[in-house]
């Protein structure tokens, strides 16, 4: 145990703006990150001692009231540490952007073009960033705060009598 | 009008693109597959999905904690107490909550037949592809069975809401006993018929042996976990590298696969369900050493919830939709004094006033005020272009889930 959490502290270390939280009730141990640093930091936690082989998930929670109003949550497994790990970091709510992790983790193809969908975060580097669920003609992106909860847009009119 | 999917893009000229769904008599559910053939060789494959997408997080967001627990029921119909369990889990986590031994060991028993029900609906729609109808139906036999156990304690076969955060909503039903014993005596019958059917058969061998490899590698760089992952080889299992519930406590096996194809997903799956059925039987004789305490102690409620319990408050109930405590008012008719409210026009649940070309400004904007008592002036605008005059004026009491979400203004005038 003290093993590893030397190795996150170091990591922790090396990038400036990078935090280790322990919120102990709540299990996993997090990593908070400034957004630039999202890519080296997961290139470290992959190839590094922390061996996160698989990324469980990838997600978004809008916060509209924050200034920062996009907190982005990264989930790591380790199969060897069997260990896991959550990484966040904040983006604001006008041009939210986040390096892509395609490069390192195959799943997170479709997971960031979840985000991409129902925050409108768009992630550099994706090689087929586009809406995952929604038709491409839907306008907005409806896992934010702010749409409407019973806002429908049919792709054929609704009848009329 | 939309832009080319990347299989488009990238197809190459030889080859046959073949659109498949998303209304395909072999897919269970509605999924569009883009294919890439030489022949009958598939080189490439999109899909997409969204046709099946129902905005849990979006119904979820509008719910209190308590409330969104039957939605977790519908995520996967099969093994909803699985659902309910991760849920549960999930809270009382949050809540810091202990949950008592004997509703930890229920969780686990329901947990297993849940389990154990899932895979035999898996592999029977597995074999009935291959052309198995046999194995079908002899899975949704033992599947029966099983849910007989499943619906004799939750009282529900599909959507159980059993499992509630802090503990389980009942204890197990006096004929419980009896009734695991059969489901379990049948299922290993069953098991035992469809290793014969299939394990040695050529036709299900050819159509699963060596098709569909995944290396442990790429499983897991693709995020795979469960049985899938299993087959390939890689000995994961999340009950045993992260005990929750009392998972620790029972002796079974990770069942693993060697080469990753079809054929092995098959096999783990069955193995597993041997496992289960053994968690199970160690379970039901440690239930009845247990004290009967079904529920955790659970929480101070709110003053504004104790309030509610002794008459109707006057100011609505204010919920935190999320875990940031930004707190807004939902449905403030649930609680609120005023009775009187409007369902909304048909046209205004399913539709939205701007991107509906067919009735845009076709017809006036209509505004209903509903008769107030006091003559206080508590109007409610519908500023439906559609809004037919049989939901005009009329005012009901409930439900609430047809209320449309409308300004404080207008709600809580007494």
Known sequence: ?161 | MTTPFRIQRNARPESLLVNMGPSHPATHGAVRIMLELDGERILNAEVEVGYLHRAFEKTCENRTYFNLLIYTDRLNYVSPLINNHGYALAMERLLGIEVPERARLIRVLLCELSRVSDHLTCLAAMAMECGAFTVFLYNMKAREFLWDVIEQTTGARMTTSYIRIGGVRADVHPDFKMAAATGVRETRGVLKDVHGLLDKNKIFLGRTRDVGVMTPDNALNWGWTGPALRSTGVAYDVRRAFPYGDYDRFKFEIPVGERGDNFDRYMVRMREMEQSLRIIEQVVPLLERTSPKLLSDGLEPAAAVKAARVRRPETPVKLSPNLEGSDRTAQPEILSSDRRFVIPAKDETYTSNTSCPATGSARPKATFTPPSKEGTASSVTISSPTARTGHTGSTFALPACLSLPRSRSSSGVA
């Open chain 1, 1 to 161: 145990m003290e093993e590893k959490n030397d190795f996150l502290t170091s990591l922790a270390a090396r990038f400036p703006g990078a935090a280790v939280e322990k919120s102990a009730p709540l299990g996993d141990e997090m990593l908070v990150i400034r957004p630039d640093d999202l890519l080296p930091v997961a290139t470290e936690l992959k190839t590094g001692p922390g061996d996160f082989v698989s990324l469980l998930d990838l997600t978004c929670v809008d916060c509209p009231e924050k200034a920062e109003r996009f907190e982005m949550v990264y989930h790591f497994f380790s199969l060897r540490n069997k260990r896991r790990l959550r990484v966040k970091f904040s983006l604001p709510g006008s041009d939210p952007a986040a390096a892509s992790l395609t490069g390192l983790w195959k799943n997170a193809d479709w997971l960031e073009r979840e985000v991409y969908d129902m925050f409108g975060v768009a992630f550099p580097g994706h090689p087929d960033l586009r809406r995952l669920f929604m038709n491409d003609e839907f306008e907005g992106h409806p896992l934010r705060k702010d749409y409407p909860f019973r806002k429908r847009q049919p792709i054929i009119p609704m009848r009329t009598p």
